[in-house]
């Protein structure tokens, strides 16, 4: 028998893709919890402009329907998932 260890990861063939994506998220969090932390800063459920907040989720809503794009698969008979960016 052979007692040389096998990593599952070996075996992933996107596997640097999905942790790249992974270090990304973690910048992304990184970030987030410096800002949380940032002074000053008041409660997070206290939004002192009510039309400004909605104003910019609409904004955003805009965006994201302006930009929604679709790429069809290279292969016409794959069944997986194309990502939109």
Same mark, same amino acid.
């Given at each position: ?6 990593s599952a *990861? +070996?075996?992933?063939?996107?596997? !640097?893709?999905? #942790? *790249?994506?992974? *270090?990304?998220?973690a910048g992304v %969090?990184? $970030? ?12 997070? +459920?206290? +939004?002192? +402009?009510? @039309? %400004? ?6 904004? #955003? %809503? $805009? *965006?994201? $329907?302006? @930009?929604? @794009?679709?790429?069809?698969? &290279?292969?016409? !008979?794959?069944? &997986? $998932? @194309?990502? #939109?960016?």
């Open positions: 028998m052979s007692s040389k260890a096998v *990861l +070996n075996f992933w063939p996107s596997r !640097n893709e999905f #942790l *790249l994506s992974q *270090l990304k998220v %969090l990184a $970030i987030a919890c410096f800002g949380d932390k940032w002074e000053p800063s008041y409660e997070r +459920n206290k +939004n002192h +402009n009510m @039309t %400004l907040f909605w104003g910019f989720h609409v904004v #955003l %809503l $805009i *965006l994201s $329907i302006g @930009t929604w @794009t679709h790429k069809a698969p &290279r292969d016409p !008979n794959s069944s &997986r $998932i @194309t990502f #939109l960016s």
